[in-house]
């Protein structure tokens, strides 16, 4: 089989065969094919897309060219979630505890940040001490003994995904429905979750910009859940503006610690119990969306949320006083209060460019294998329907850094009249 023939027969928008993804998945894999090959396949799948059998055989490959994770020594069924990235975005941190209160076992395999979006594990591992590097035995026994457990992706979990996503990145061909539906979907199988629920980002800050595209993605990876026996869920949330009011590793805990404690911004307490609630639907333990959300907002208000993120903290290696004492997280040397130069609401704040300057700050990695600072961050003192006087603080930024040119002014726009509310929640798709 000719690679080339494989590009050509794409290039015209033809159907691939399972042989014919499976071997050029392998053999780029094997460093049998060029990148210089496989870029031109990915780019001729960018344009003329895939169907829904090539789109689950493209998953199927990606999930086989490494190793797989075995669930089945944990009673019950198994829930993950995930992601498509945002800015601010620290709802993992917040559904594990949750859900895990109703007594879901949550098994949660995780990732670092790349470019301006943030990563769970790189969160976690501003706590001294938590260890996100679990064998898969302690994995598995953190889940039977305490009903959750995180985990970092091990490095031969779906390297063909690994791979082409570092060649889609310097491509161009990111942004394509079937190879994002496939790269996210062989993680989520390859991880061995009985049950997905998928937080699809939509707006400035998300891959998907419009919530027509977002809801081909969503239902795209619905189909492959399906196709695949998983069941899956997948939520369309707002990325329009940065969610909550922390960006950043360590103040992104702080915030975790306020929702749980039930002190949580509107928009991030919204999001995460929500994603929380299909979490214990998709388990199948619970059924009716407004009472299982009612009964999530009562494991906040008894305490139960904050304990239970007490336990995974010390299980996992960190000091669960943390939650008591906040101020004993990663501090900045510099808090630099950025003043409005208008007065008004704000009607925007560009997630992704908030992103870019707490990346900038040193919170976030320009390259896979930058340090990263677990201080460093951006805390929005308003938000998207906020009136804010001249000179007033808008936003403090954090930092280690004794020089910092950024303009995060240029994230914001103004305007006289209070903006209608913000949705968070646009669409779910079962
Ligand atoms: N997240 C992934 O894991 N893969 C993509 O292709 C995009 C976002």
Redesign the pocket.
């Known amino acids: 089989m000719r690679v080339v023939d494989i590009i050509n027969k794409k290039k015209i928008g033809h159907a691939l065969t399972q042989e014919e993804i499976e071997h050029f998945v392998q053999g780029y894999v094997k460093g049998e094919i060029p990148d210089y090959q496989i870029s031109a396949l990915y780019m001729a799948i960018y344009f003329q897309g895939m169907n829904d059998e090539e789109i689950a055989n493209l998953t199927m490959a990606y999930v086989n060219s490494g190793e797989t994770i075995d669930l089945s020594g944990i009673d019950g069924v198994k829930v993950d979630k995930h992601s ?2 945002g800015v601010g975005d620290k709802i993992s941190l917040i559904v594990i505890p949750l859900v895990a209160s109703l007594g879901i076992p949550v098994a949660k395999m995780s990732g670092r940040g790349l470019g301006h979006t943030g990563g769970t594990i790189d969160k976690l591992e501003a706590i001294q001490g938590f260890r996100t590097a679990l064998s898969t035995e302690e994995f598995i026994a953190n889940v039977n003994n305490h009903g959750m457990a995180v985990v970092g992706q091990t490095a031969n979990l779906t390297p063909a995904d690994k791979l082409t ?1 570092a060649l ?1 990145d310097v491509t161009g061909t ?1 942004d394509s429905i079937p ?2 539906a496939s ?2 979907m062989s ?1 989520k199988i390859a991880s061995g979750a009985d049950a997905i629920v998928l937080d699809v980002k939509v707006g400035s800050g998300a ?1 998907m910009k419009s919530l027509e595209e977002a809801k081909k993605l969503a239902e795209c990876m619905v189909q492959i859940g399906k196709s695949l026996k998983r069941r899956t869920i997948a939520i369309i949330t707002d990325m329009n503006q940065p969610l909550g009011h922390e960006v950043g590793n360590a103040n992104e805990i702080r915030e975790v610690i306020d929702v749980l404690g039930g002190k949580g911004a509107e928009d991030e307490t919204t999001v995460a119990l929500t994603i929380a609630a299909y979490m214990a639907i998709a388990s199948g333990k619970y059924h009716d969306f407004q009472s299982t959300y009612g009964e999530l907002l009562q494991v906040i208000a008894s305490g139960k949320a904050i304990e239970k993120l007490k336990e995974l903290i010390s299980i996992q290696g960190g000091n669960p006083q943390i939650v008591h004492e906040p101020w004993q997280l990663p501090q900045a040397k510099h808090h630099i209060e950025i003043l409005s130069t208008h007065a008004g609401y704000v009607s925007y704040i560009d997630a992704e460019y908030i992103g870019l300057v707490a990346m900038q700050l040193g919170a976030g990695r320009k390259k896979k294998d930058d340090p990263i600072d677990y201080a460093a961050g951006v805390t929005l003192l308003k938000k998207v329907g906020d009136y804010v006087d001249l000179n007033e603080p808008l936003c403090i930024l954090h930092t280690n850094l004794d020089h910092v040119e950024t303009n995060v002014l240029k994230a914001y726009a103004f305007q006289d009249s209070k903006p209608a509310p913000m949705e968070y929640i646009h669409e779910i798709i079962k």
């Open positions: 498509t990235g996503y889609r990111v190879l994002i790269s996210i993680k891959f």
